[in-house]
């Protein structure tokens, strides 16, 4: 890894960590973790293989699958229902580690280091087989709080995300742009 991807790299992976306990209250410590994020779009016509792909991962034991919606395709005459300009900054920010000039979708990022289109069958799941898992201190939850101890403490900065999703399949009926008249399935929006 370049200095740069291995800080993006690094911030991805310690936040997998409380993510995982975040996901999964009913364990006392979390076990490692594999973070995909799918970036996608409702106006995107290449986007619904990559979204039915990222629901036949997202009950995956040790793998924490995430839908995020950009909004660079709400000029084509359909807002995004679930589209976040912070969305849109996460992934232009993963771009340039990646070895990208600019974002794409659809386009599914595995622990923040490893990325492809996602729309192949198995392509997310070959994605996640070739990951490492992220290793880190030792997390608990209970009684409302979240600890981390128990470890070695990273060397330099952490970022600590904690992610707030749907796990239901949502349908969203598309009205105007590529996908006009379809209606699309979204999970861990």
Partial sequence: MTGRKAKAGKAALA????IALAASSATAAAQPLTVVELFTSQGCSSCPPANANLI???DQPGVLALSFNVTYWDYLGWKDSFGRQEFTQRQFAYEPA????????????????ADAVGVRPGE????????????GPALALGQGKVSIGAGMAPGG????????????VVAVPVARGENSGRTLPHANV
Avoid at 124 to 135: K, P, T
């Fill in 56 to 58: 036949k991962v997202k």
């Fill in 15 to 18: 936040g997998a960590a409380l």
């Fill in 157 to 168: 900065k952490a970022d600590i995300w904690l992610v707030r999703y749907d796990k239901r």
């Fill in 124 to 135: 997310i799941e070959r994605l996640i087989s070739a990951s490492s898992r992220a290793e």
């Fill in 98 to 113: 990646l070895g990208h000039d600019g974002p794409f979708t659809p386009q599914v990022v595995v622990n923040g280091s």
